[in-house]
């Protein structure tokens, strides 16, 4: 039996999500990944190198943030983007969202340079900084903060809620640990931010369990 195309996991994942994409979409995703294991090649962006891989656990893992995003024109910032998850495939499916690709990384960076440049995606912008040290001019700046960075909740609480517009919300995915660092919040009892929702999913094509946690400033 042939293994799955690039195209054929990427479908069968997106069908799993019940997520329908245009024929540029598709061909938007997999401009990415194989510009991300060109890259990859050189520069060691990612631990994942197989196309499976890839499309499962950046692809489809990214696009599980869709179902905790309010509708509509937002001000998106992911926070630790490494080479462009989960913001990149979400605006491949939200092209309304401006998004802000905060990654401190220069390698990681100059990829998301190039990725945005080479498949034309508009209104992005890439800060290379860490989140915690955005100058001013960001606070209270955006609708939603997004990350697969390896925050804890409280780590992004703190980093992020002063970026966030009043109303708006942080999104963050988590394992199946999720339980023992939400009773260690509940313990902390953070002075801004609190767990609004957590949305339980399975990964398309790999079965693995996610945690999509919303929290309000």
């Known amino acids: 039996m042939n293994p799955l195309s690039a195209e054929d996991l990427l479908a069968r994942g997106l069908e799993d999500l019940d997520i329908a994409v245009s024929v540029s979409q598709t061909a938007a995703f997999l401009g990415y990944l194989q510009e991300l294991k060109k890259w990859n ?28 995003l309010p509708e509509g024109e937002l001000k998106l910032a992911d926070a630790g983007s490494g080479a462009g998850f989960p913001g990149i495939p979400i605006k491949i499916i939200r092209p309304e969202i ?73 999104i963050l995915s988590k394992g199946p640990g999720i339980h023992k660092e939400l009773e260690a919040l509940e313990k ?25 946690v919303i929290l309000k400033c």
Do not use: M, W
């Open 188 to 212: 902390q009892k953070p002075e801004h931010g609190q767990v609004s929702t957590v949305l339980p999913f399975r990964l398309p094509l790999q079965n693995a369990q996610r945690n999509i």
């Open 41 to 68: 090649a050189a520069y060691n962006l990612t631990a994942l190198k197989n196309d499976e891989d890839i499309i499962s656990k950046h692809f489809l893992d990214s696009l599980l943030y869709l179902k905790a």
């Open 98 to 170: 401006e998004l802000s690709l905060i990654e401190p990384s220069r390698k990681k960076a100059s990829f998301l340079r190039h990725i945005v440049r080479k498949q034309g995606i508009q209104e992005v912008t890439i800060i290379q900084e860490r989140i915690e040290k955005l100058p001013i001019q960001y606070r209270a700046a955006f609708d939603v903060i997004v990350s697969r960075a390896t925050f804890s909740i409280l780590e992004f609480i703190n980093a992020a809620c002063p970026l966030i517009r009043e109303g708006g919300s942080l």
